[in-house]
């Protein structure tokens, strides 16, 4: 590991209870009452008012750790199906803007519902109605997100037949003028219906987007228990792109977040020739699933219960103990991932104090296999950001030959509601 004598980067950390974890009052006072006033995440297109009266409920309740999803997501449901409401209205009467920005408000009470991930009856539901909204309010927008089934041609029996995806080109992309484009890999807990909040952004700087999600979370169609999963469904996705006429070939870079990294370092790995780039954001590859970090990692950074919620995303369910015991299977050290001898090009960008998954992955990814390129953000936790989404947004304008200004781009990202 990266720390002397063989220890966790942050292991004079790893003990340590972290305050918001003792109630959803504290989450919400400490880490999430600033994100939900910013509408940036996990608060993406949200407005404060929205959650406030949602608050003081949950806050009245007492809710804490452990959860009883169903009661959690109950309480989120009159606001948002009020929301969808005014949303509707608004719609009928011709006001586009407006029913757009109300559609995805819903969305977002409906997405803090089910986070981390729906594990319960109400949070699966949920997660179907808030994707429901969110193809409505960003359908109604200026420049619309599609929503494409993408055939999993290269699936198995037990997966599912389609990879949905959201796509947004630039207005002038054509086959006589193909566009690039950035593949972004969502996390454990955001799925395409938040990441789309990068999509507008690329796309005023004239580069495509598609979100996906990760096997275990969202609508991907790979089995979550499988850890040669995911390259089929890569396979399949990228198959795709290349018969886009709109979409430049060669031209495709993956930009993975959180949990979506480990994807994006395997597949750099299994397919080094299909990609102009692959970033790596915050994600692990071997040591993330150490019994010793698992045992601990549900007290500290993540609002929840990490480790718990990573055992569901696997295909455990709730059996944490089998997933201890089994984890390594998912290493891409041990499965010898790391050390094949082709790798894309690829960025590995973290902040040195990750107390989600551990900076000692990426040291690791740096001592096998074939070169990379790291940038560690120091003293700073998961993903390193603010400062990471710049480094990451100069590296992709390089590597498409664009000139743009990160801090434009970056000004996309919060959502500030009119209505």
Same mark, same amino acid.
């Given at each position: 590991?990266?720390?002397?004598?063989?220890?966790?980067?942050?292991?004079?950390?790893?003990?340590?209870?972290?305050?918001?974890?003792?109630?959803?009052?504290?989450?919400?006072?400490?880490?999430?009452?600033?994100?939900?006033?910013?509408?940036?995440?996990?608060?993406?297109?949200?407005?404060?008012?929205?959650?406030?009266?949602?608050?003081?409920?949950?806050?009245?309740?007492?809710?804490?750790?452990?959860?009883?999803?169903?009661?959690?997501?109950?309480?989120?449901?009159?606001?948002?199906?009020?929301? #969808?409401?005014?949303?509707?209205?608004?719609?009928?009467?011709?006001?586009?803007?407006?029913?757009?920005?109300?559609?995805?408000?819903?969305?977002?009470?409906?997405?803090?519902?089910?986070?981390?991930?729906?594990?319960?009856?109400?949070?699966?539901?949920?997660?179907?109605?808030?994707?429901?909204?969110?193809?409505?309010?960003?359908?109604?927008?200026?420049?619309?997100?599609?929503?494409?089934?993408?055939?999993?041609?290269?699936?198995?029996?037990?997966?599912?037949?389609?990879?949905?995806?959201? !796509?947004?080109?630039?207005?002038?992309?054509?086959?006589?003028?193909?566009?690039?484009?950035?593949?972004?890999?969502?996390?454990?807990?955001?799925?395409?219906?938040?990441?789309? #909040?990068?999509?507008?952004?690329?796309?005023?700087?004239?580069?495509?987007?598609?979100?996906?999600?990760?096997?275990?979370?969202?609508?991907?169609?790979?089995?979550?228990?499988?850890?040669?999963?995911?390259?089929?469904?890569?396979?399949?996705?990228?198959?795709?792109?290349?018969?886009?006429?709109?979409?430049?070939?060669?031209?495709?870079? #993956?930009?993975?977040?959180?949990?979506?990294?480990?994807?994006?370092?395997?597949?750099?790995?299994?397919?080094?020739?299909?990609?102009?780039?692959?970033?790596?954001?915050?994600?692990?590859? !071997?040591?993330?699933?150490?019994?010793?970090?698992?045992?601990?990692?549900?007290?500290?950074?993540?609002?929840?219960?990490?480790?718990?919620?990573?055992?569901?995303?696997?295909?455990?369910?709730?059996?944490?103990?089998?997933?201890?015991?089994?984890?390594?299977?998912?290493?891409?050290?041990?499965?010898?991932?790391?050390?094949?001898?082709?790798?894309?090009?690829?960025?590995?960008?973290?902040?040195?104090?990750?107390?989600?998954?551990?900076?000692?992955?990426?040291?690791?990814?740096?001592?096998?296999?074939?070169?990379?390129?790291?940038?560690? #953000?120091?003293?700073?936790? !998961?993903?390193?950001?603010?400062?990471?989404?710049?480094?990451?947004?100069?590296?992709?304008?390089?590597?498409?030959?664009?000139?743009?200004?990160?801090?434009?781009?970056?000004?996309?990202?919060?959502?500030?509601?009119?209505?």
């Amino acid at each position: 590991m990266a720390a002397p004598k063989g220890g966790f980067f942050i292991q004079d950390k790893l003990y340590k209870k972290a305050p918001h974890h003792e109630s959803f009052k504290q989450l919400w006072e400490t880490k999430w009452k600033k994100p939900c006033s910013m509408g940036i995440y996990p608060f993406m297109f949200s407005a404060i008012q929205d959650f406030e009266p949602i608050v003081e409920k949950l806050v009245e309740s007492d809710f804490k750790e452990p959860y009883s999803w169903d009661d959690y997501a109950q309480v989120y449901f009159p606001k948002a199906e009020e929301l #969808v409401s005014q949303a509707q209205r608004a719609e009928q009467e011709g006001n586009k803007e407006k029913a757009s920005e109300l559609y995805l408000r819903a969305s977002a009470v409906y997405r803090i519902s089910r986070f981390p991930a729906p594990r319960s009856e109400k949070q699966r539901y949920a997660w179907q109605e808030g994707k429901k909204a969110c193809n409505k309010g960003l359908g109604l927008r200026e420049h619309p997100v599609h929503e494409i089934e993408v055939p999993h041609t290269h699936g198995i029996e037990g997966e599912g037949r389609v990879i949905p995806i959201y !796509h947004l080109l630039p207005s002038d992309a054509s086959e006589s003028n193909p566009a690039a484009v950035v593949l972004i890999m969502t996390g454990l807990d955001g799925y395409r219906t938040e990441l789309a #909040v990068w999509m507008e952004g690329w796309r005023q700087n004239g580069i495509g987007s598609i979100v996906v999600e990760i096997p275990g979370t969202g609508d991907s169609p790979a089995l979550a228990s499988d850890p040669t999963s995911p390259d089929r469904q890569w396979s399949s996705l990228l198959d795709w792109i290349d018969t886009q006429p709109a979409i430049a070939k060669g031209k495709a870079c #993956v930009w993975a977040f959180s949990t979506g990294g480990y994807y994006a370092i395997r597949l750099a790995h299994t397919h080094p020739t299909r990609l102009a780039g692959v970033v790596a954001l915050g994600g692990g590859v !071997h040591h993330m699933f150490d019994e010793e970090w698992l045992n601990n990692v549900n007290n500290l950074e993540y609002p929840f219960d990490l480790a718990t919620t990573l055992c569901y995303k696997y295909g455990y369910g709730d059996d944490f103990e089998k997933f201890k015991k089994e984890a390594k299977k998912f290493s891409l050290l041990e499965d010898g991932t790391l050390d094949k001898p082709e790798c894309a090009r690829l960025l590995l960008v973290n902040g040195t104090e990750d107390e989600i998954f551990p900076i000692d992955d990426y040291y690791l990814c740096l001592l096998h296999g074939a070169p990379k390129e790291a940038r560690f #953000v120091q003293g700073i936790k !998961h993903m390193g950001e603010p400062e990471s989404f710049f480094i990451i947004l100069k590296w992709i304008y390089k590597l498409f030959g664009i000139k743009a200004n990160p801090v434009d781009q970056m000004k996309t990202i919060p959502f500030k509601p009119k209505y």
